[in-house]
């Protein structure tokens, strides 16, 4: 029971922290700090069958909706962040095509008229 009260309490700790780095803009945080919780779920998930542990019902069931809601959270971003690469690749893709309209070539820097003398 000692154990799982532990890995719970670390477990509300690193959501927290990600809650804090997603609020605050740091999502390559955020992302880490959500890649560190599995290890800590999966002993959690094997000390659920021990006695007492189901006590600890309540905070777990709390701890995943917040967890859920950072993973809505990151998802948005996500989406966001892909249709913003799509937009920006559309425009490098027109200014490819636009540029050679209006770069100079060779011939241009050459004058066209010399002056006889």
């Known amino acids: 029971m000692?154990?799982?009260?532990?890995l719970l309490?670390?477990?509300?700790?690193?959501?927290g922290h990600e809650g804090m780095y997603l609020r605050g803009g740091?999502?390559?945080?955020?992302?880490?700090?959500?890649?560190?919780?599995?290890?800590l779920v999966n002993q959690l998930v094997a000390l659920s069958?021990?006695?007492g542990v189901s006590a600890l019902?309540?905070?777990?069931?709390?701890?995943?909706?917040?967890s859920e809601v950072h993973s809505t959270l990151m998802a948005e971003k996500?989406?966001?962040?892909?249709?913003?690469i799509k937009r920006t690749d559309r425009a490098r893709h027109r200014a490819a095509q636009v540029a050679p309209a209006y770069v100079s070539g060779p011939a241009a820097s050459v004058p066209r008229f010399?002056?006889?003398g």
């Not at 000692?2 to 532990?6: D, K, L, N, Y």
């Not at 309490?9 to 959501?15: F, I, P």
């Not at 019902?57 to 917040?66: S, T």
């Open 2 to 6: 000692q154990t799982a009260r532990r």
């Open 9 to 15: 309490g670390a477990l509300e700790d690193l959501v």
């Open 26 to 39: 740091r999502y390559d945080l955020a992302a880490a700090v959500r890649g560190r919780l599995d290890p």
């Open 49 to 51: 069958t021990a006695p």
């Open 57 to 66: 019902q309540p905070r777990v069931a709390a701890l995943v909706r917040l």
């Open 78 to 84: 996500q989406e966001e962040f892909a249709a913003e």
């Open 114 to 116: 010399q002056a006889a």
